[in-house]
């Protein structure tokens, strides 16, 4: 069991104000792999007042030291990938696989595109008679979920230490082991005192008191639509800036021309990866009524290859909150066509890949974020009725489409109110804008727009 009793505050590890910790829970079998400090508001403030002081030293810092630093960072967490991978799969339940192609590879490409950013941003610019600077916003809280646990903190982190900022970062409870890994990284990389810091804890007292916190600049923080909306309240009391990264319920529409099979088993594979634990995954699969039939036999037979091939979700009240949805489709009048409310095994949180079929747009599991290994599919009469169930959510993050012509799946993605949609399963890119419209979110991630977001403009007048 790894026992950690330190915060990682102004470049070393130091002890929690109090003596609360919080046990690591392996969710495949349900034993204690570790405990590290639950902190508090003092923990958080002293961890503010220490990024606060290295604020100036940071900001003015050149931009090509900056990258340095971050090109370090990215060496550091090549050199550690398989510890990243093991710990991912010991705290968060993906198999090991996942670990070491999502979990671990992921965030080395994140954060080897801010380090090439760092170095080549243009800062300053002309306008006209007048020179605009673009200034780190100051200190940046950043709160980040369990789901993507490396992922997720480096997508804030490394923006945030190319645009000049510091950082206190409050991971989430669920996989805390993974950001202390982090911190140790960020040490070894070089990063100077109090750039970053690390304070452990649960969300309503840590993640509170960091959002609260007045000497915190901007909150960045990624979780669930209903905590999202706590902490922009929270942070428009104080006019302080936010970037949100929320929920999602995202459409994959299959239009007549497509590659049937392929869009199919693509899509099943999508839902099921992380076990279903993606903001951005396909939930709800958008099939033309006289194909309706032939997908849900092909996803049927899709996810019933993946019972022993997905972990676990990340705990038992997340069991809970995805076997309940499942049992409200049934209830509802959706029809089971694989998986079920049952638990697959008696030990570890896991949870069946489910499909159903005969789904229509008002059913809860139509319209509410589920986060487990659940899809939806649900038939249209035409385009524009695919547009219409595709866009008929509070939500907007993500989205597929599939045709046989490009040209005509890109026209239909360009009318979706949604983030970011790939096209005939593109794939994954480091540099592409994330984030969403409507309830999913205020802001982007990755890429320059990631950076932007950590940046204030200032412009000078001649």
Known sequence: ????????????????????????????????????????????DTAVRAARAALPGWAATPPAERAARLAALRDVLVARKDEIAETVTAELGAPLKLSQAVHAAVP??????????????????????????????????????????????????????????????????DTPLTAQLFAEAVHEAGVPAGVFNLVTGLG?????????????????????????????????????????ELGGKSANVILPSADLARAVNVGVANVMSN?????????????????????????AEAAAKYGDRIGPVVNAKQQDRVRGYIEKGVAEGARLVAGGPEAPREQGYFVSPTVFADVTEEMTIAQEEIFGPVLSILRYEDEDDALRIANGTVYGLAGAVWAGDEAEAVAFARRMDTGQVDINGGRFNPLAPFGGYKQSGVGRELGAHGLAEYLQTKSLQY
């Open 108 to 173: 080395v490409a994140v954060a080897g595109s801010y380090a090439e950013l760092a170095a080549t941003y243009a800062f300053e610019e002309k306008a006209g008679t007048s020179v605009v600077h673009h200034e780190p916003v100051g200190v940046v809280g950043a709160i980040t979920p369990w789901n993507y646990p490396l992922h997720q903190i480096v997508a804030k982190v490394a923006p945030a230490l190319a645009a000049g900022c510091t950082i206190v970062l409050k991971p989430a409870e």
């Open 1 to 44: 069991m790894k026992a950690h009793d330190g915060m990682y505050i102004d470049g070393a590890w130091r002890p929690a104000d109090g003596r609360d910790t919080i046990d690591v829970v392996n969710p495949a079998d349900e034993q204690v792999i570790g405990r590290v400090p639950a902190g508090n508001a003092l923990d958080v």
């Open 204 to 244: 309503p007292v840590a993640g509170q008191a960091l959002a609260e916190h007045p000497g915190v600049d901007l909150v960045s923080f990624t979780g669930s639509t209903a905590v999202g909306r706590r902490i922009g309240a929270t942070a428009g009391a104080a006019v302080k800036r936010v970037a949100l």
């Open 275 to 299: 076990s279903g634990q993606t903001c951005s995954a396909w939930t709800r699969m958008l099939v033309h009524r006289d194909q309706y039939d032939e997908a849900v036999a092909l996803a």
